[in-house]
């Protein structure tokens, strides 16, 4: 116990009295089958070679790490049928973080570390990773429920070539293989590899990792509920990017992670893993072995706190965390908690002062089943003691304290939920429903900046208005499907609209971009509860307009978003190609111009599962012929600025069937989104003759962004 600590027990409390156990420290083989040297400070995201390259490795479907692939679902039968693993939201002993090298570092380094892990030394066949979860994370399901448990995926050994492509086949939804022609895996292996540009951004690199994760995820919910399965889409998601080596920063380190920001949101446990923010995709301590000196020893490293044991939870500054062990989910054993792995740890970083990841857990308010975990930053253990439990197990406690200086990250989502409780709590408020009573939810208007006391004059609408039909847009026929669409349905007409699926999930995230995205319409036969009517329902989300340092005025929300969330529709007046001005006086004119490559390159890889790629670039898009004003008469999307690395894509979107339809510009979430965050998207470039530096419409960009251009058009 750190003997500096004012910390008094009580009568039922004993103090931990620990001697530095060296020879206790665990040394298993490295979680998550790493099995590389870390020796670089910015971890570069790993691709997966193409299959004409390494014809040993991936262009051989016997392969171990091909075959053990493809037999997914067979592999979980058998494993299931034996022993249940016992799911927990803290450290198990089944799937804990291993002991992970001996690196030479300082008793008080925060840094980046060189981590040699043991299985380096070992062995060097593929290892065998473990994606149970024990967090019932993933979204509501039209079938019953089930857990994946005892997956294990082999994972092929590790490749450092930049610019590699994965050809992988599918996974299984329902315990046997996806049955696509065998002519349609060769040819997306052959002609349309997933190739993702390398960076020497981190943060680029990480949010890439995610958001093909969140893609194929998305893609596999897609399929299970067309083939009317209820296995875990994270789970196989995961799996996906572990066998192609798509990850970012391998390796463990204690301290920051390159390309992970306080406030980061997660939904799956997976995430953490393939970002290298926490290994283990179940335990709750993740920790590594590590050199102090002459001297080594086991120390954590991360922590995720998601309330399953007592945790004191109120002060944003201080964690009590609860050790692990001692819970089993599967009967009703119940044993005091023991000092090793995970547990001794965290003693061993009392004693030696390392800094520890913290990531937070919160069930999500948007999905019953869900949770948000929210990285918090560095922490320090500074007292730990045992006591007695409700369930009358002794549990070790560890109180940790949050490295002062760090930017805001639970406290934000605390206050902003405090907030939609009570928007009254909300300081600096000029107006507290901007629409006037218009939208489903009030938009409060804040200005903490300056006096200004708003923007300019504008009317308030909801619904795009226009004085003729778009004669280049023609009818379609309406569904005549009972009370909902439902996946799979094969005499569903907008699902065949949709190219046979629907574009939306269960929980309303649209799956992957398209040219043009048709819900269902008044005319259809279905409720105006069917899942395939997202955007026409309008604003689902707390936001606030606020005045930004030094852009004008923005728009960023109180909610968390989720990757693939409907945020608005662009409303103004639309207004013919003869009146619009091209000298830049009208600063609200939205063109379906071409939006920037990560826009364009947000659907999930195909390639990845043997399906066809989808070829959308710069080359290949084709604007509609829509231009809407909202410079006189809009809703909060007049707000959104122009970033170069925006977080928000438009989709059209078709929902009026009629003559006189009109395609909807809607926004979506381009990934997930902490609250508090500006929302912006990419204006594009409306071609050269109007854009560049000199030209009467190119504007100076103030985004930020590494990756800006300098102007915007």
Known sequence: MNQASNFMPTPDQDVLEVKP?????????????????NQLTTSPLVFVAPAGQFPGVFGNSNHPAVRSFSAFGDQDKAISGGQTAAFSDQETGRDESAANGTPNIGANATGPIDATPM????????????????????EPYAGNQTSASGRNIKRPSHLSEYNMSDSLGSDSSNGTKIKRPKSSYKTAAADNELSLTPSSNPREIVEVVLMTFEALRRRHLQLDETQETSKRADLKA??????????????????????????????????????????????????????????????AICIVAAGVYENDDDDTDTLVYS????????????????????????????????????????KDPACLTGKVYIYDGLYKIHESWKEKTKTGINCFKYK?????????????WKMSQRWMENPSARGRVLHPDLSSGTENLPVCLINDVNSEKGPGHFTYITQVKYFKPLSSMKPFQSCRCLSVCLPGDPSCVCAHHNGGDLPYSSSGLLVC?????????????????????????GVRIHFEVFRTTNRGWGLRSWDAIRGGSFICEYVGEVVDDTKVNLDGED???FRTVCPGEKTLKWNYGPELIGEQSINISADTFEPLPIKISAKKMGNISRFMNHSCTPNVFWQPVQFDHGEDGYPHIMFFALKHIPPMTELTYDYGDIGAEFSGVGSNRAKNCLCGSSNCRGYFS
């Open 513 to 537: 971009r398209k040219p043009m995205i048709y819900e269902c319409s008044e005319s259809c036969q279905c409720s105006f509860n069917c899942r395939n009517r997202v955007s026409q329902k």
């Open 587 to 589: 600063d609200y004119l």
């Open 238 to 299: 995961g799996a996906i990017m572990m066998a192609s080596n798509l990850r970012a920063n391998i390796g463990k380190r204690i301290g920051t992670v390159p390309g992970v920001e306080i406030g980061d949101i997660f939904y799956f446990r997976m995430e953490l893993c393939i970002i290298g923010l926490h290994a283990p995709s179940m335990g709750g301590i993740d920790y590594m072995n590590a050199k102090f000196g002459d001297e080594d020893d086991s120390v």
């Open 400 to 412: 940790l304290q949050r490295e002062p200086g760090q930017p805001d990250g639970v406290a934000i």
């Open 119 to 138: 299985s380096a030394y070992k062995s060097t066949q593929p290892s065998v990773i473990s994606l149970d979860n024990d967090d019932n994370d993933d």
């Open 323 to 362: 050790g692990s062990g001692g819970i089993s989910r599967n009967n009703e054993e119940r044993h005091d908690q023991k000092l090793e792995r995970g547990n001794l740890a965290l003693e061993r970083s009392l004693s030696r002062k390392n800094v520890i990841r913290v990531v937070r857990g919160y």
């Open 21 to 37: 156990l060296r020879t206790l420290a665990p040394m298993f083989p490295a979680p998550l089958g790493v099995n590389v040297f």
